[in-house]
C-alpha cells in the first residue's frame, strides 16, 4: 500500500516521502495514529507543493541565519537560574531555552539543530555556545548567574 509520511519514522522512511509498506501495518499502525495517510494522486500533488515550500523556507531561513552569524558572534545572553552554594542549576539551560532568550535579544528565528551544545548548561558562569549552519559557524556567550 503507497503511504505518505506524515512525521518522520525510524526504519521507514522521513516525513512527506511516498512510501510502499504492508497493507496492516499502514492501516492498523501508522494511519490511526497521524503519522501517515493514503498516497491518492491529490493528496501526493499536495504534498509536493508542502515539501517545496518547506525546502524553500528552510533555505530562506538558513541564509537568514548564515547573514546574522556576525551579530551572534557579538552577542553576549544573561541568564538567571536558581542555584545551590556551589553554584550547579537545579535546572540546566537547553537549547530552547536558549533559542528562546536569543529570539528576544536579537529577533532572530533559529532551529535548535543549529545549535551545538552536547547537554545542559547546568553551572554558574561564563559559557560560549556554537552555532552551525550551512557549514558555517559562530560562537556567542552565555553568562548563567545564580538568583
Do not use: C, W
Not at 79 to 92: C, S, T, V
Not at 120 to 144: D, N, S, Y
Amino acid at each position: 500500500m503507497k503511504i505518505i509520511l506524515l512525521k518522520d519514522i525510524p526504519k521507514v522512511g522521513r516525513k512527506y516521502d511516498v512510501k510502499d509498506v504492508a497493507e496492516g501495518y499502514a492501516l492498523n499502525m501508522l494511519i490511526p495514529r497521524g503519522l501517515a495517510q493514503v498516497a491518492t494522486t491529490q493528496a501526493v500533488k499536495n504534498v509536493e507543493a508542502i515539501k517545496a515550500n518547506d525546502l524553500t523556507e528552510h533555505k530562506i531561513q538558513s541564509e537568514l541565519l548564515e547573514k546574522s552569524l556576525e551579530t551572534i558572534k557579538s552577542l553576549v545572553l544573561n541568564i538567571k537560574g536558581r542555584a545551590n552554594e556551589k553554584g550547579h542549576l537545579f535546572a540546566g539551560i537547553t537549547k530552547e531555552m536558549l533559542i528562546s532568550e536569543i529570539q528576544k535579544a536579537t529577533r532572530l528565528n533559529l532551529n535548535p539543530e543549529f545549535i551545538k551544545l552536547e547537554k545542559p548548561l547546568k553551572e554558574v558562569g561564563e559559557h560560549k555556545v556554537a552555532v552551525e549552519a550551512m557549514h558555517k559557524g559562530a560562537e556567542f556567550t552565555v553568562v548563567i548567574v545564580a538568583e
